[in-house]
């Protein structure tokens, strides 16, 4: 049964440290594109960051770039997000997908985690 499960969050100050792990079950993350989503109380969710099957192909928001770094551990099925210089904007409860092909953008993601919350303030 296809299931990806999130953890890591949790409450930092403005530029501290988290890194998310999103652990897939049922799938290949080899076949995959897994992307980190997040959503702040009130707003829509969006795209933060998203790695192809292979790892060879990222894509990040131009909210994150230089912040945050995505990666992956297909032997783990597994994908981390690294996430550095927190600001209280990144507070939000994020969320993986997957979606079965690559692209830049942030459509046909599903198959969503119940997400971790990560909260920056001081």
């Known amino acids: 049964q296809l299931q990806l499960v999130e953890s890591g969050g949790g409450s930092v100050q403005p530029g501290g440290s988290l890194r998310l792990s999103c652990v897939a079950s049922g799938i290949s993350l080899h076949s995959h594109t897994i992307g980190w989503f997040r959503q702040a109380p009130g707003k829509e969710r969006e795209g933060v960051s998203s790695?192809?099957?292979?790892?060879?192909?990222?894509n990040y928001a131009e909210s994150v770039k230089g912040r945050f770094t995505i990666s992956k551990d297909n032997a783990k099925n597994t994908v981390y997000l690294q996430m550095d210089s927190l600001k209280p904007e990144d507070t939000a409860v994020y969320y993986c997908?997957?979606?079965?092909?690559?692209?830049?953008?942030?459509?046909?993601?599903?198959?969503w985690g119940q997400g971790t919350q990560v909260t920056v303030s001081s």
């Open positions: 790695i192809s099957g292979s790892g060879g192909s990222t």
């Open positions: 997908g997957r979606r079965p092909y690559y692209s830049t953008g942030w459509d046909g993601f599903g198959s």
